[in-house]
């Protein structure tokens, strides 16, 4: 090798035919490859035509000079006979320059983008990066080290640092090939992206263009009404039954749809995202900029309904969030004429499943959606989704009704069957749960007006019966929630589990057990032997405590006790009676001193127990029942003292 260049490598080319050795000098200015061929002599080609054995990486020194680099080569086959060879010599030139920049490149997550932000204010972007490749294939991220620019910023627009391409809603039109500009150095580069752009205005639908009063239908007065409804009818229904009610007007349901299109700027070709007849609904994302032009005529709730409340004209419009003008309008018109309520649309929806498939255009899916009305296991739940239908031929889904301006109520006529669910959060929804077999109008559902405007006669508006079909499947177990299926063609599970039946051998104690157990055992016979021994001198200890049971005394007078058992009397003498006389000379001096200590009566606690429910005594028979015993005082009430000697005497002999 020449100044300037150096060996790096010598790469075979065909391994399986060649067996490559390379020796390479330690200042990697020469090199000594041996090549054998590995297939038999028979295969060898023709000796005219050339066969690339191996390939030579060579680098260029750093400070060599542009220009020409020379490799001088010497080649010495080495046959199977002992021939001399004198070898060849040749000497080749190759041409060195600077590795340099071939091409930038601007790299984005998606080359189309959607401006919702006209929609909805908030910007839509895209990252991007800036790439730069050599001439020797080397790959560079130069994002920060480059500047951007975009070609119209009325339809894209780019950050300075390169670092995204986005959409804030002041864009004017779409384009297929908006471009953004990148320059790194001396060096620029370009790319072009797809905006897709809403056809302005926008097309608004109303499912009820004309909203007319509800007969019969009453609802709380809001404190916007009309003052200028004064029929005779009404005011009659608002003045006697609590003022704050009026009839209720319809209402309809606001859509809004676009079409989103981008714009060639060379042959000015128009293209649609979804197709020149399909459009799009984007209720939900211009939903909070819609308004009512007079909200005196009618009102907008849950944000896209439209509710009447007085009559007149009026327009729905959608604003625009950054500029306040208006995208798109349509007119309602709301009328004093009264409409009927026809009846209800009730069904049982017991599933849904969603199925998507995405389209060719980028970000597109199509989406299919089917419902079951069967109930197939125990204790599956099921909703109802009930409809108004009015005279006019309009129908309301009763979950877009305020809560407040009706009353539902659902019942079962078959509780064997279907049973009603505890309610949720949704009134307009009721749910119910199978029980068992069985299918026909099993339902019965009503539509009341609220109970804050209830009359003296019937409040109903309307009645349904909804027809259920429950059939059980043999195999359903009662589980909910099990509609998964097995892949076709699913790859084998990694680990399966498999019961078997477990072996337990017996188990023998070993002595150190049968020592713990023993010990153990004597240890509880301990603890019992010295509670039985407490519990022997509590109970000695108890008897031989002081008495100190309550003293009941005995009110009765002495002479009381000895007139109720005067059958047990001896009689000593006059001397004695006296002795019971009262407040007389020879009764105080007969009667002994009052002791200090009182008898003592000990009360049988037995006796005072009441058990509740215990049977009362039976009663005792007429013929038994014996004089309560006479008090003293009323047996020697009017009585002087010879009477009641006379008195003693003949108790004295009866008793004898």
């Known amino acids: 090798m020449k100044p300037g260049l150096r060996v790096v490598a010598a790469q075979v080319r065909d391994p399986s035919a060649w067996n490559v050795t390379v020796q390479i000098n330690s200042k990697r200015t020469s090199a000594t490859v041996t090549a054998s061929r590995l297939s038999d002599s028979s295969t060898l080609e023709d000796s005219h035509t050339g066969e690339e054995v191996l390939d030579w990486l060579i680098a260029v020194e750093e400070g060599h000079e542009e220009g020409g680099g020379q490799v001088s080569w010497q080649l010495r086959y080495h046959p199977e006979a002992q021939e001399q060879d004198e070898g060849l010599r040749f000497v080749a030139r190759l041409d060195v320059h600077k590795d340099d920049v071939e091409a930038v490149l601007l790299v984005a997550k998606s080359t189309q983008l959607l401006n919702s932000a006209v929609l909805t204010g908030r910007q839509v972007s895209q990252p991007m990066r800036v790439f730069v490749v050599s001439q020797a294939g080397l790959l560079g991220d130069v994002t920060l080290q480059s500047s951007c620019q975009s070609a119209d910023e009325s339809v894209l627009k780019v950050s300075p640092s390169c670092t995204s391409v986005y959409l804030d809603g002041s864009e004017v039109r779409g384009s297929q090939n908006a471009t953004v500009l990148v320059r790194y150095g001396s060096y620029e580069g370009q790319a072009s992206f797809r905006v897709w752009m809403p056809q302005l205005p926008l097309e608004l639908h109303l499912s009820d263009p004309k909203l007319s009063q509800v007969r019969g239908w009453r609802v709380q007065a809001h404190s916007h009404r009309s003052n200028a409804i004064h029929s005779w009818s009404t005011h009659q229904w608002n003045k006697p039954h609590g003022g704050g009610c009026r009839l209720r007007y319809q209402q309809a349901t606001l859509e809004v749809w676009t079409r989103f299109l981008s714009v060639d700027h060379n042959s000015g070709r128009e293209s649609y995202l979804l197709g020149r007849k399909t459009q799009a609904r984007i209720t939900g994302l211009v939903e909070p900029f819609l308004r009512v032009a007079d909200p005196r005529v009618a009102t907008l709730v849950r944000g896209h309904v439209l509710q009447g409340m007085r009559p007149g004209r009026t327009e729905v419009q959608v604003v625009s969030p950054l500029s306040g003008r208006v995208l798109g309008a349509v007119e309602v018109r709301v009328s004093a004429d009264k409409e009927s309520i026809l009846g209800l649309e009730a069904d049982l929806v017991t599933g849904i499943s969603l199925e998507l498939m995405p389209e060719e255009s980028l970000g597109v899916f199509l989406a299919r959606v089917n419902s079951s009305h069967k109930l197939t296991s125990l204790y599956q739940e099921g909703l109802l989704d009930v409809r108004v239908l009015f005279s006019d031929g309009t129908t309301v889904a009763l979950q877009d009704l305020p809560e407040t301006d009706y009353s539902l109520d659902t019942e079962s006529l078959e509780l064997a069957v279907v049973a009603l669910a505890p309610k949720g959060s949704s009134a307009a929804l009721p749910r119910v749960i199978a029980l068992g077999q069985g299918r026909g109008s099993l339902l019965q559902i009503s539509l009341e007006v609220p109970e804050a405007c209830h009359r003296r006669r019937s409040c109903l508006l309307a009645q349904t019966r909804v027809n259920v079909d429950c059939t059980l499947t043999p195999t359903s177990d009662g589980v909910l929630y099990r509609d998964g299926t097995r892949l076709e063609h699913a790859p084998p599970p990694a680990v399966e589990a498999r019961q078997d039946a477990m072996s337990r051998p017996t188990m023998h104690p070993s002595p150190t057990e049968l020592a713990l157990y023993a010990a153990l055992g004597t240890c509880c016979l301990a603890v019992a032997g010295a509670g039985l021994a407490v519990a022997s001198c509590a109970k000695q ?9 309550p003293k009941v005394y005995h009110k009765e007078p002495e002479v009381q006790r000895m007139a109720s058992s005067a059958h047990d009397w001896v009689w000593l ?84």
């Open 541 to 549: 200890r108890w008897k031989q405590r002081p008495d100190n049971t």
């Open 573 to 656: 003498g006059r001397a004695t009676l006296e002795r019971s006389a009262i407040n007389t000379r020879c009764s105080q001096a007969l009667v002994p001193p009052e002791k200090t200590e009182k008898p003592r009566v000990q009360v049988n606690p037995m006796m005072l127990t009441f058990t509740r429910g215990a049977l009362p005594p039976p009663p005792v028979p007429p013929h038994r029942v014996t004089p309560p015993t006479m008090a003293w005082e009323e047996l020697t009430k009017g009585k002087h003292y010879d009477q009641l000697v006379q008195y003693l005497d003949s108790l004295k002999e009866s008793s004898a």
